[in-house]
């Protein structure tokens, strides 16, 4: 996979800016126009911090299939879940479940 063609990719559906790329990831304005001006492929933390702004994982980036993108309120969704007890966890499943 091509890492700078899959970047300008993801840039090009939302319709970001370069600019808007460091801020949302938290990186340097510098950082990401190297990036694209010397064809630099960036490290991996960098690379983790650009997908998390675009609001993707690592796994998504680079998969080969359609992306399938989480909204803010899905992802808030799963850091939550992440943080339950099983007990937690069964007793929301039940609830889901009616709702059937």
């Keep these: 996979m091509d890492i700078l063609s899959r970047l ?3 840039q090009k559906q939302r319709g970001w800016s370069d600019y808007k790329i460091a801020k949302e990831a938290g990186l340097s304005p ?3 126009s190297n990036i694209y001006r010397r064809n630099n492929v960036p490290n991996l933390v960098t690379l983790e911090a650009i997908c998390k702004a675009f609001g993707i994982t690592l796994s ?3 998969a080969e299939e359609n992306l399938v993108e989480l909204t803010l309120e899905q992802r808030q969704l799963f850091e939550k879940w992440t943080t339950l007890t099983p007990d937690q966890k069964a007793a929301i499943w039940q609830i889901l479940k009616t709702y059937e």
Excluded: M
Aim: hydrophobic share 55%.
């Design 8 to 10: 300008v990719e993801l």
């Design 30 to 32: 510098n950082t990401v």
């Design 60 to 62: 998504q980036f680079f």
